[in-house]
């Protein structure tokens, strides 16, 4: 649940400074009779997002146990893809996001097409969705029916809404930047986790060689698939179930933060550290760099008509 909350949060939030610069942008211009287009943008993106949801979630019941398992890990891996993708693009083109929505808008409003104005909106949210929609479904599918994780991803949405009209209101104020980062390293975790569950069931569907095909090596009198050293590259990499029971509290901590199984296979395992060597360290340096190329602070007296502008700057340093 908190790690489903966590998600919910910082996929939230983006979307909701993302609706927050474009509704800043279009009052300053003076274009508020146009804002109920924008609306029907973003609500036709929450519905795309929803909509996928429930063809995952209700399509699947029709499908073969190796169907299922085949599209979970295909999904999986689309969603680490996508995951990826938008860690190290808020770090790369976060500066540039106000000036590019402000950009689309300007160009519908001279369009001056009603479908224009729609699209800024829908194609604006939609990525979020779609993202958190398929992130948090591959999360559900590798704890099975947990509906701890929906109630999480809801609170989270909640909190981000609560968040994002707050900071829009100049009510509160948040270090985005910093947020950012330590919920991006989050995500990073929860990816590679992801990552190995989509392995697993690749495995058990046949894709992949493991444990579950005829490539798995055994025990010569028993029969039994190897564990350890021994089990070298298509067995278990290792089984602690006797210790960590693999329905208990501990492994459901364990899993949801950091990805870890009791029981996981060498590619499972390889998968996973893989990931977290190559995206953790570009993760590391894009926040290095990020420090480097951090701007002087304006001043704090910052004139009322400025405080959204500050908010956006701050997200899009992030």
Known sequence: ????????????????????????????????????????????????????????????????????????????????????????????????????????????????????????????????????????????????????????????????????????????????RRFFAWTGGFLVIVAAGVLAYAVMDLQEAGVLGGPFTAVAPTDAVTGAVLTGLAGFPFGWAFDVTSVIAPGGAWATILQATVGFMPHMTWLQVIAWALYMAVVGTFFVRGLTRSRAARPVPAAASAPQAERADLVTNSSGAA
Do not use: C, N
């Not at 083109?93 to 106000?98: F, Q």
């Open 1 to 176: 649940m908190f790690a489903a909350l966590l998600i919910g949060l910082r996929e939230g939030l983006e979307a909701a400074l993302v609706v927050g610069i474009l509704v800043a942008y279009i009052r300053r211009l003076g274009r508020a009779d146009v804002l109920g287009r924008m609306w029907v943008g973003i609500g036709l993106a929450i519905a795309l997002a929803l909509g996928i949801g429930a063809v995952l979630t209700f399509g699947a019941y029709a499908l073969t146990t190796e169907a299922q398992e085949i599209i979970g890990g295909s999904l999986s891996l689309v969603a680490v893809g996508m995951v990826t993708w938008m860690i190290f693009w808020m770090q790369k083109a976060g500066r540039t996001m106000k000036s590019t929505l402000q950009g689309g808008v300007d160009r519908a409003l001279a369009h001056g097409s009603l479908w224009a104005l729609v699209t800024v909106g829908f194609v604006s949210v939609a990525r979020e969705g779609i993202e958190t929609t398929l992130l948090l479904w591959s999360m559900v599918q590798s704890f099975g029916d947990a509906p701890q994780s929906l109630l999480g991803a809801l609170l989270g949405l909640l909190i981000a809404v609560v968040v994002g009209w707050l900071l829009a209101r100049g009510a509160v104020r948040l270090d985005l």
